[in-house]
């Protein structure tokens, strides 16, 4: 989810880790892309990796997502605590 937030969505198995040329010379379309849009925009962050588009979403859509993935990694973590506290306590 993070490098949703950071690169937009995952490129296609068949573009990943190529380089703009490649796809150009191949005339690959990440068609995906190019349907699915980030609500409220959004601006271009090149990944590094080459495995997402570069189309992340705008600052308050990354925002929600940092939120939401902090929201349920506490959940978990309160999860396996209680489990964990439970097989202590019998």
């Given at each position: ?27 690959l ?10 609500s409220?925009?959004?601006s ?28 349920v990694?506490?959940?978990i ?14």
């Open positions: 989810m993070e490098e949703l937030a950071k690169h937009g969505t995952q490129l296609p198995s068949n573009m990943m880790g190529l380089t703009d040329e490649q796809i150009e010379e191949l005339k379309i990440d068609e995906w892309g190019e349907t699915c849009t980030p409220g925009g959004s271009f962050e090149k990944d590094p990796v080459g495995r997402r588009n570069g189309k992340q979403p705008n600052q308050k859509m990354q925002e929600v997502i940092a939120r939401s993935i902090g929201e990694k506490a959940a973590s309160h999860v396996r605590f209680r489990s964990i506290q439970s097989k202590f306590s019998q």
